[in-house]
């Protein structure tokens, strides 16, 4: 569902066109892959015993404006408060805003709700959030040099997938250059989210990957312990700051001449020795491009001389 293709009152969604019988199923969990983008907008899966009279259950409510879920996301809901134990479910996907982002749905599956399941839902180095923080120094960097080094707020959202409460929760972040930290969260209930903050962690200087791991089990036997973990990474370097992961994923761009670029935020005294950019494999040869460096009002400092594009400078997704 694109709404800013749309740009009008929205209250879309796609829905069964049949009835599932889920009468020997008592707990039940909708199960989806997505890409999601708030910007004012809400996103609805509602369910149905008479393809008629709908219950809504508000997904996504997590998110601020601006904030978007993983590419993709596999995400689970559980519907046995209407669905369960039903000879008759429908259900749908529904979108209301007004000319907001987008919302990608794939890879649907009703499944058969366990017991006990622990599932991670994120794991971050930051907990930056454009509408409330004042500067741009805590943006998920995935590059450091060393100068600009600072300690990071790693954090892990979990969520109870099950039916039956987990009990004796422990969260755990470790890195591989020696951070060791646990929580006890003491039970859990089933469908809520839970994050937990472990203590700044304050990367050493040394030069190359550094990896953060993610997990969290209980004493009670999940069915897949296999999304019970994740596993981050950051770079150190001697002079890049960067805050992709050095390749090309998308592309941005206008007929008309235009500016795009990154906010950074630099605590050190250092010299900009360049940008590095990617261009798309669909940009046209010979048209004239150059880098700025600006200031925190967007006023130009420096900027480079102009170049001509090539087909040598030309990068596929993928490419860097």
Request: proline share 4%.
């Amino acid at each position: 569902f694109d709404s800013d293709v749309l740009c009008d009152v929205d209250n879309g969604y796609v829905a069964t066109a049949t009835s599932i019988d889920l009468s020997s199923v008592a707990h039940v969990q909708l199960q989806f892959e997505q890409f999601y983008r708030r910007f004012h907008g809400n996103t609805y899966v509602d369910v149905s015993t008479d393809g008629t009279n709908w219950t809504p259950f508000e997904v996504n409510t997590q998110l601020t404006t601006g904030q978007y879920t993983p590419n993709a996301q596999l995400f689970s809901l559980e519907i046995s408060s209407v669905a369960g134990s039903q000879p008759t479910v429908w259900f749908r996907f529904r979108y209301v805003g007004n000319c907001d982002y987008s919302w990608m749905v794939d890879d649907v599956a009703l499944l058969a709700q366990p017991g006990h399941e622990l599932s991670m839902v994120s794991a971050s180095t930051s907990t930056w959030n454009f509408n409330t923080s004042a500067s741009f120094d805590s943006v998920p960097y995935t590059v450091f040099p060393t100068t600009e080094l600072r300690p990071l707020a790693v954090n892990m959202t979990f969520f109870n997938a099950g039916y039956l409460p987990a009990t004796n929760v422990v969260a755990h972040i470790s890195t591989s250059d020696g951070y060791d930290e646990s929580g006890s969260l003491g039970t859990v209930a089933p469908g809520d989210s839970v994050t937990w903050f472990g203590p700044l962690w304050s990367p050493t200087a040394t030069i190359g990957d550094h990896f953060i791991y993610y997990s969290v089990g209980s004493d009670d036997a999940d069915v897949d312990t296999t999304n019970n973990a994740d596993t981050a990474k950051i770079e150190v370097s001697n002079f890049t700051y960067a805050r992709d992961n050095g390749t090309r994923t998308g592309e941005v761009g206008d007929e008309s001449p235009f500016l795009v670029g990154n906010w950074m935020y630099a605590q050190a005294n250092d010299i900009a020795a360049g940008i590095m950019v990617a261009f798309s494999s669909s940009s046209d040869v010979g048209v004239e491009v150059n880098a700025q460096l600006l200031d925190a009002n967007r006023d130009p400092i420096a900027e480079t001389e102009y170049h001509t594009l090539t087909s040598d400078d030309l990068s596929p997704l993928g490419g860097s």
